[in-house]
């Protein structure tokens, strides 16, 4: 027979507080590149990686549905409010890192004359998974191995189901960095352009230092950072490629986003905006 | 032939530990208030795979305090969009028992599931579906269900439903479903 639940454990108001908005960062990560990977729906290069990014996309908005459950139960809130959460909330109120709202082409180069304006560039999608990928497996562990019991649990969870989309980018991203010289230096301009906001990834939320001091963060945002600028590395120079260079980026954890964010929220909370109140 | 690309080799190692006992199953000496809801459960089919809920081991934990019914599932995938159709299902049929007056349908993740919750009957049912199911973990050797052959190799982690994968069987030359937990 099953063990029965561990009671979730009760934490100060301030912890709890600080532990929400920490944990409202990440699944506006997860939500906002979910969409995105949701994009390629129907217009991945091959088929198999139409149906992969389509099923990253579904394990993304999962988690993040989760992770908005438990902000709902530290805020004393009800996770029927999750929708609301998620789709209520204007762009300034989200806290994803800005790397993760640019669209899918990268925002690199303009669309030519006449074309519309979402293209997809495989080559930065596939660069922003692989680092963004690297970084979620790098928080999950982290919590994981935090003192917030329920959370340590859920964490486990989401990294083994995590491990399949790290498999599936970094393949792609060998396979394009095998692809010859012109490949190789189209995937060094787009690490060389999106660096500065990967590191933005790492951006502390507020009072963050709560966290580390109780024990439900063993390592800081920094910490994390440091380890996944040497895994990165490793993984880079492995394949001919090399991180890029500049300080981070920071500013989404504080609300500040790109015009970009308007864009995507405006089309994801299209359906959800007709009628917040309808039940599905 | 498909151009996935990935045909990574499935080489990892077999664990041969016995796999036919499943973790959680109705306990031999359950209340029958509890039995009665287990019967329940059991004749409740995934809603993607043709097989019970009991026996995919979805189901941790049943309790019942007269009226009040618990039941705490464990899903294969936190995000599987089958999971709040099997809530419901549960609800709804629990709920229709002669006494029952309050039926919650918890999800839990203190344990992760893990191939070691599906049932030797369940087993069997993916495998006649037409699905390779590894014993433990996803990068063994993985075994054609149509040919025999285990010259199998992955050709993209994700498939129809969050649970399964593409292989290919350089043998026979048939795409192949493999079942894929959770990575361990």
Redesign the interface.
Known sequence: MAQPQAAAPRLAPEVAARLADHLLAAADDELVLGHRHAEWTGFGPDIESDIALSSVAQEEIGHARLLYQMVLGLQGRSEEEVDRLAFGRPPQAFRNAVLLERPNDGGLEPPPEGEPAWRGEWGFTIVRMVLYDRADAIRLETWASGGHAPLAALARTLAREERYHRLFAETWLERLAAGGPAAAARLQRVLDAVWGEALGLFEATDGEAVLVAHGLLPRSSAEQAERWRDEVAALLGGMGLRPGRGPAATGGRAGRHTPDLAVLLEEMTSVWRLDPEARW | M?????R?PLTGPVDATPVDAPV?AR?VDAPSGEAEVWRVLEQIEDPELPLAITDLGLV??VRRDGGRVTV?LVPT?????AIEVIRRTVRERVAALPGVEEVAV?L?????WTLARLSARGREQLRRYGLSVPRRTFREPATCPFCGSTDVVL??????T?CR??AYCRACRNPVERF?P???
């Not at chain 2, 050709?155 to 129809?160: I, R, V, Y």
């Open positions: 498909v151009s996935g690309g990935h990574l959680d306990p941790r934990e705490r995938y936190s995000a599987c969009p918890d839990t993740f203190d344990e992760p050709e993209t982690p994700f498939g129809p969050l994968a593409i894929k959770p990575a361990d």
